[in-house]
């Protein structure tokens, strides 16, 4: 299925009130219902150990009948310093990283967002933190480059993505058969317009490696907001632990429901978030609170 360029004027919806079959043909799915992991992970600076770590957790996933699994930011690696992912960035389809990925969709045939990768950019002192999806042929079904960079100043913790990395500038989103998935990264999530440039998702994923600060404090409340005000369920797959770098982050990868509701969660360390997309709970909550239907600014 193709990957969906969203513009900067496009505003899709459905009346809350339409037909469930006529809410799904506009959003590209047919099926009710939809099983999807996150995995967490607390990833390294070896890149074929986190690739091993990856496999397994998509495997545990896959087992337990996941048609959908979601990698964190940065999966494949977490140097000792910003500059070291420069040693590991693929050229745009071509790498062993985005070979993994489009392997491990084909061989479990569940569609794999690729939590993010380093892919080569214009300038050679900053790369592109991109995620790539793969259906279950393994073909690439969207890309997406994460657009908004981390910047915190507190004390002993000072990050600012900008140097290292260079920004996305398009909205993504793509077909999947439970209905229309948007895509974003991290620092993304604080920055709620982008999620309505998405349209009318029935998901929207969120691969992250927030700190253990700035999460404690909002991770949770942003993510429910998110699936609040688009009525939709929203996926986060997290870096969550204590790394080899010295560097903590904050975990708690999670299913929300389209009323914010947390489905599952799991606080830290490495393993498999599970739950089951319904879309009747999508057509429940638009119904009975239409604030989808009644948006006015857009």
Not at 40 to 69: C, F, H, K, Y
Request: aromatic share 8%; with cysteine; charged share 25%.
């Amino acid at each position: 299925m193709s990957e969906t360029h969203v513009s900067p004027s496009s505003s899709p919806a459905s009346p809350a009130t339409a037909p469930r079959a006529a809410q799904q043909a506009q959003a590209g799915g047919d099926q009710s219902t939809f099983r999807v992991a996150a995995l967490q992970m607390v990833s390294t600076p070896d890149r074929d150990r986190n690739l091993a770590d990856a496999e397994r957790l998509i495997g545990e996933a896959a087992a337990g009948g996941a048609q959908l699994v979601l990698l964190p930011e940065y999966f494949c690696f977490m140097g000792f310093k910003d500059t070291d992912k420069l040693a590991v960035r693929e050229a745009y389809r071509d790498g062993p990283i985005q070979r993994f990925l489009a392997d491990a969709a084909r061989r479990h045939k569940l569609w794999v967002i690729g939590g993010t990768l380093p892919v080569t950019a214009p300038e050679p002192s900053r790369v592109l933190n991109t995620t790539l999806v793969f259906d279950p042929r393994g073909n690439e079904a969207a890309r997406y480059d994460k657009i908004h960079l981390f910047n915190f100043e507190k004390g002993e913790e000072s990050f600012d993505e900008a140097r290292t990395i260079c920004p996305g500038g398009e909205v993504r989103t793509f077909q999947s058969p439970f209905g229309r998935v948007g895509l974003s990264v991290c620092y993304d999530l604080r920055f709620p317009e982008l999620y309505r440039r998405m349209g009318d998702c029935a998901l929207m994923v969120v691969p992250s490696a927030f700190t253990y600060t700035t999460g404690r404090a909002h991770w949770e409340m942003l993510l429910r907001a998110r699936a609040v005000e688009n009525q939709c369920y929203v996926l986060a797959a997290a870096q969550g632990g204590k790394h080899e770098n010295g560097r903590r982050t904050w975990g708690h990868s999670m299913l929300i429901d389209p009323w914010g509701e947390i489905v599952a969660v799991r606080d830290e360390g490495a393993g498999v978030v599970a739950g089951t997309l319904e879309r009747t709970r999508i057509d429940e909550v638009r119904q009975s609170l239409p604030a989808w239907r009644h948006r006015v600014l857009s």
